[in-house]
């Protein structure tokens, strides 16, 4: 069976569900592959407009499942040293974070009970994270002996603040739902049963927008939390804008706001 469940919830909405329920959805090698195959196929899917990612069972994912081993796939010699060896497997695990910030579909990250290592990676590195009462953040790379890995010391700071993150990251205690609000970690915390609800609630209200649009807005966002100027990330933004409203799917969102309709896009 597949580590991870792929459906469509609703039209260009694609949800992945991790899928070890029995092992608190933890990644061995093999999940870790399977994942990054998927998001690369979502970068080039034209049909996808919203991913939502979600865990089945108890928790949203526990971190790296400490009884897998061996040789990960994209390591193509069985030979190298230890050193190599881990360097090679950290190369390609930590490209999930960056390919999912690269994806031209927003990512909403559903979270319920335990998120955690990669998971807390996971949660960090999409565009907004809707946490279930249940929620719960740990940084539990600790663990394993290092302290950080997958992007957390870059992607927590923008979210809670350098100080907050600091003590995040250093102490390893658990941030539940409730302050996962309250500090910006997770966009808000909603009732468990209400979970899919909300993150379906956004999906929606993103598709009506103009795919391009959608595309070219979260990749400013993104690019021009490093942009070195006001000037400059008004250059990106006017270049996107540039490119959206020369479509015909523009043209659309425009005709059917004015007629107070639905609108119809062909990705033309």
């Known amino acids: 069976m597949a580590d991870i469940l792929i459906d469509e919830v609703l039209p260009g909405v694609r949800r992945l569900t991790l899928n070890r329920p029995e092992q608190l959805n933890a990644f061995t090698i093999d999940t870790y592959a399977e994942l990054i195959e998927i998001l690369r196929a979502l970068k080039h899917d034209s049909k996808t407009r919203v991913v939502i990612l979600t865990g089945s069972g ?7 499942d400490l009884r897998s081993s061996g040789l990960a796939q994209w390591v193509d ?41 990669i998971g807390f990676s996971l949660a960090l590195a999409a565009d907004m994270c809707i946490a279930g009462s249940s929620a719960k953040f740990v940084n539990s790379i600790h663990n394993v002996g290092t302290g950080h890995e997958l992007g957390m010391s870059y992607l927590l700071p923008r979210a809670v603040g350098t100080q907050r993150a600091a003590e995040i990251l ?19 915390s909603v009732p468990e049963d209400q979970l899919m609800e909300a993150a379906l609630e956004i999906a929606s209200n993103i598709l009506i927008n103009v795919p391009l649009g959608v595309w070219l807005t979260k990749q400013s966002l993104w690019l021009n939390q490093a942009a070195g100027s006001l000037e400059a990330a008004i250059e990106l933004e006017s270049r996107a804008v540039f490119m959206a409203r020369s479509t015909e799917d523009a043209a659309e969102k425009r005709q059917s706001f ?11």
């Open 170 to 188: 250093l102490t390893a205690r658990p941030i539940l739902a409730e302050e996962a609000e309250r500090i910006g970690l997770v966009l808000r």
């Open 258 to 268: 004015l007629e107070k309709r639905p609108p119809v896009f062909r990705n033309k």
């Open 58 to 64: 108890r928790a949203f994912c526990a971190g790296h």
């Open 77 to 117: 010699d069985p030979d190298l040293g230890p050193t190599y060896r881990s360097r090679h497997h950290m190369t390609g695990m930590a490209s999930i974070p960056v390919l999912m910030r690269q994806l031209p579909q927003p990512v909403i990250a559903a979270v319920n009970g335990a998120a955690a290592g």
